[in-house]
């Protein structure tokens, strides 16, 4: 039976070492992948991993527990990347988006269902155009595979505001990449539909 992070947490609270190890285990990888593709460096992404695990820590010290971790830790580390995007003067316009990581399911998410249409550069480019709460939603959705409830929680958002944003962004991301995918030529002028005459 697998122990939840509701009981490594007490452990903790506790004292026990071994459920901080247990606790640093589920989630420094996805933490860390999480950060990397926001960052696109390996070296402070670790860095923040290491913060956010402390400040659980000192939480914890306080006697504070985190209704949800795994969205409290992907709250604490996502708010250290944007401390850090503001601190270093970081281009909002460089490529922040890596890999996705691979599935254990059999079923292809959307990502690599549009990996294989060979769109990648497009959808980083359109991903990069999102506004910042869209994009932050879609890479925790279908990058990290957060739940919704658990993106609501780690961006402290309506579960409801999040199901919006996450419908904007894909109807963006499907007419935008739609677009360039085909451009339809009418069967008499030659041209792409949408483009009109001069």
Known sequence: MTVTDE????????????SFEAL????????SGFLQRQLKDPGRAEDIVQETFLKLIRQ???????????????RVAMNQCRDYWKSSGYQTDRNRFGEPPERKDERPSV????????????????????PQVQREVVLL?????LKLQDIADALQLPLGSVKTHLYKALRRLKTKL?????????????????????
Not at 24 to 31: E, G
Not at 141 to 145: K, L, T, V
């Open 7 to 18: 009981e490594l947490v007490q452990g903790m609270m506790d004292g026990d070492q071994a």
């Open 24 to 31: 640093v285990h589920r989630y420094h990888a996805p933490l």
């Open 60 to 74: 914890l010290k306080d006697r504070r527990s985190p209704d949800n971790v795994q969205a409290w830790l992907y």
């Open 111 to 130: 990502v690599e269902m549009a990996e294989r249409s060979e769109t990648r550069r497009e959808i980083r480019q359109t991903l990069e155009e999102l």
């Open 141 to 145: 959705r279908f990058y990290q595979d």
């Open 178 to 198: 739609g677009k360039e995918q085909k451009a339809p030529m009418r069967a008499e002028g030659g041209e792409p539909d949408g483009i009109a005459e001069r």
